[in-house]
């Protein structure tokens, strides 16, 4: 069987370079830009925003350390018990927290956040949810979703490898009641289900986050400078590729992630895709009605050396520009810096309630795999989204 994302992301946290001195400092850059100024709210108790996690199943089991809450979520969170999460964690990850993660001198000149913190962690078996809990002093474990939302001001579901299945269920009482929400991908596993959970969001006015961390990549932000200083030209075209080897199943999770790579230049309005695969390697073309087309490798190998993970390369007129997760080479140490950007625009949403992705890009990401799906059916033909979209 290929390996997976976490597999990889657990043989490879091993593989730890170390972190200079030089890291620290260094500044978040904002990954959306507002052309508008926004208000900025301050927290209901004037110290902290509660945020309520609740952790996904992965087909009806929990994910007993999910990483989409304990590497993802905990920055929202301003301390840690380290030796007791040490505890819970594989001999990488215990390693990455200790020099990375939670390493003051990884903080980006601005972490732990001033104005937020967990206050509750649901999951449906309360053992699994005390672990976290013990980790992160201060955070209790919610007996129900229910009464959970009526004592937080923000709501962060994680899912590391779920299918989305049970995500509806779970962020309903949170967006019902009109809290910003960060809902993982898969989001709604099918269009239908992640149309149904858009719907909510706009009836109620809940401001709603969804996305892969691909998209809050330091690599990312110099390609919107260079589009900005309009040096190189207009893009021309995008190859998004990521390894962890290619699998029908896979492709409806680990897909998502290219999907959102080419989204996060090219922007929503995606009109088709088609898609191929043989052995253990997809390759898609997204077409725009009238932008530059886009490419996806799904399953590419020669990203497993020097621990790339994923590669996306921007195509302008007079250059290219190829970026990885990797920070001056560091894939750790740019990994950090992804989840801790995501994480940081789900904080910016919560002061704010202005939505940093629109919609149409979430809803576009969840018909581009279903329409590369269909594709494999069909010869390969070129899907065009309208036809999942119905």
């Excluded at 993660?101 to 449906?124: K, M, Q, W």
Aim: proline share 7%.
């Amino acid at each position: 069987m290929p390996e997976n994302r976490r597999e990889w992301m657990l043989r490879s946290a091993a593989q730890l370079a170390a972190i200079g001195s030089g890291a620290a400092g260094a500044t978040a850059i904002q990954a959306e830009q507002s052309p508008q100024e926004v208000k900025t709210a301050t927290p209901p108790d004037g110290k902290a925003w509660r945020v309520g996690v609740i952790s996904a199943r992965r087909h009806g089991k929990p994910q007993r350390i999910n990483g989409h809450t304990w590497h993802f979520a905990q920055y929202l969170h301003p301390t840690i018990d380290l030796p007791t999460a040490q505890k819970h964690l594989d001999p990488g990850n215990k390693k990455y927290f200790e020099e990375i993660v939670r390493n003051p001198s990884c903080d980006f000149g601005i972490l732990p956040f001033p104005d937020t913190r967990i206050s509750h962690y649901y999951e449906a078996d309360p053992e699994v949810a005390q672990l976290f809990a013990d980790s992160f002093p201060g955070v209790q474990v919610a007996t129900s979703l229910e009464k959970m939302v009526d004592e937080v001001d923000a709501v962060w579901l994680g899912d590391a490898s779920g299918t989305g299945d049970d995500h509806y269920d779970l962020i309903a009482p949170a967006l019902s009641k009109g809290l910003p929400t960060f809902c993982d991908k898969p989001i709604g596993q099918t269009v239908q289900g992640t149309r149904k959970i858009l719907e909510l969001a706009r009836k109620n006015k809940a401001p709603l986050l969804s996305g892969s961390i691909f998209g809050y990549e330091w690599g990312l932000e110099e390609v919107r400078r260079l589009q900005a200083k309009g040096e190189l030209g207009e893009v021309q075209h995008v190859v998004a590729s990521m390894m962890g080897g290619y699998s029908p199943e896979g492709w409806f999770v680990y897909g998502q992630h290219p999907c959102w790579s080419v989204v996060a230049v090219l922007g929503a309005g995606v009109e088709a895709v088609s898609l191929y695969a043989r052995g253990n390697s997809a390759h898609g073309l997204v077409t725009y009605p009238e932008g530059p087309p886009a490419e996806i490798w799904y399953g590419r190998p020669d990203l497993y050396v020097g621990n790339k993970y994923n590669e996306t390369s921007v195509h302008f007129q007079k250059g290219v520009y190829r970026y990885s997760p990797a920070i001056e080479g560091n894939f750790w140490f740019g990994h950090h810096y992804e989840m801790f950007n995501m994480a940081r625009a789900f904080r910016e949403m919560i002061r704010t309630r202005v939505e940093p992705t629109s919609h149409e890009a979430i809803l576009d990401v969840t018909a581009m795999i279903y329409a590369g799906a269909k594709s494999l059916k069909e010869q390969s033909r070129l899907v065009p989204l309208a036809e999942v979209l119905q």
